[in-house]
């Protein structure tokens, strides 16, 4: 099997940023990052039948909830997500005034969450 390095999110004076060995990357403010979350915490809702996967261990109303700031801020990432990064600047802004790099980087761990819920996929 081969070894995969990942980037570790690192979170300095509220700014995100992945790193591995000497390369780091900006990712953006983490205000931002929690607002394209939707806020704070974020739920994955799972099926009936996903839920009752041993190891997934949901409420009663088949989600998980966790807090935003504390997954993104241990959840490693692979190289191709980072170089999906890269591709995007950061000193260019949405309509919104936040950092287009920053809403690509919510737009692929949300959907990372939300994968985790597709067992068929």
Not at 61 to 80: A, S, Y
Request: aromatic share 6%; net charge negative.
């Amino acid at each position: 099997m081969t070894d995969h390095p990942r980037y570790e999110p690192q979170i300095e004076a509220e700014t995100l940023y992945l790193e591995r060995d000497q390369h780091r990357l900006e990712v953006g403010p983490m205000e931002s990052i929690v607002e394209l979350a939707g806020g704070e915490t974020y739920t994955v809702e799972y099926t009936d039948r996903q839920s009752a996967a041993a190891w997934l261990s949901t409420d009663d109303d088949n989600t998980i909830t966790f807090d935003v700031r504390e997954v993104v801020g241990e959840m490693p990432h692979t190289q191709d997500l980072v170089s999906n990064l890269e591709n995007c600047p950061i000193d260019e802004t949405t309509d919104a005034g936040i950092p287009k790099r920053t809403a690509l980087f919510v737009d692929l761990v949300t959907e990372i969450w939300e994968s985790k819920g597709n067992l068929e996929g």
